[in-house]
């Protein structure tokens, strides 16, 4: 089947109902999304599927067959960083970092959909992602700053 993965084309010969994930991690060596509960309750492994957040350990990689995939990989332009990786570096929001590919992939997609979020956007969008480090203060605000980057950004373009 082909996947169309952070703008490159691939071609994998797995077993359609194989997770997306194990995919990812396995077939492309795209190790930023993370195996967190596999049950698609804790955000770790979230991409962006048609710029939707969508869980991949829970996903048949099937579903994701002719449709764009983007991980955490596929978010800087070179050197450049995202404006959300930057806003999370910038406000320290990670502690292990092990949750922090999916709530930068969560971020993302709720800034692809809403430029201009409340915080109260921000909390529901990032609802179904866990930080067992508690660094949920900062990473609201490295949201709020991203947010506030890309709005600036906007109006100058």
Do not use: W
């Amino acid at each position: 089947m082909r996947l169309l993965v952070n703008g490159a084309s691939y071609e994998v010969a797995v077993h359609p109902e194989r997770t997306l994930l194990s995919v990812l991690r396995q077939e492309l060596d795209l190790t930023g999304t993370k195996y967190g509960c596999g049950e698609g309750n804790c955000g770790a492994c979230t991409v962006l599927v048609d710029g939707e957040a969508t869980r991949a350990c829970i996903t048949p990689v099937v579903t994701a067959a002719g449709r764009e995939v983007t991980t955490i990989e596929g978010l800087a332009k070179g050197e450049t960083l995202h404006p959300v990786q930057a806003a999370f570096v910038e406000h320290t929001a990670f502690q292990c970092a092990y949750c922090t590919p999916g709530f930068i992939m969560s971020a993302v997609a709720l800034l692809g959909r809403n430029a201009r979020p409340s915080e109260s956007d921000i909390r529901s969008a990032l609802s179904g992602n866990i930080c067992r480090c508690g660094a949920y203060v900062r990473i609201l605000r490295a949201v709020k700053t991203a947010a506030e980057q890309l709005a600036q950004a906007e109006g100058k373009a």
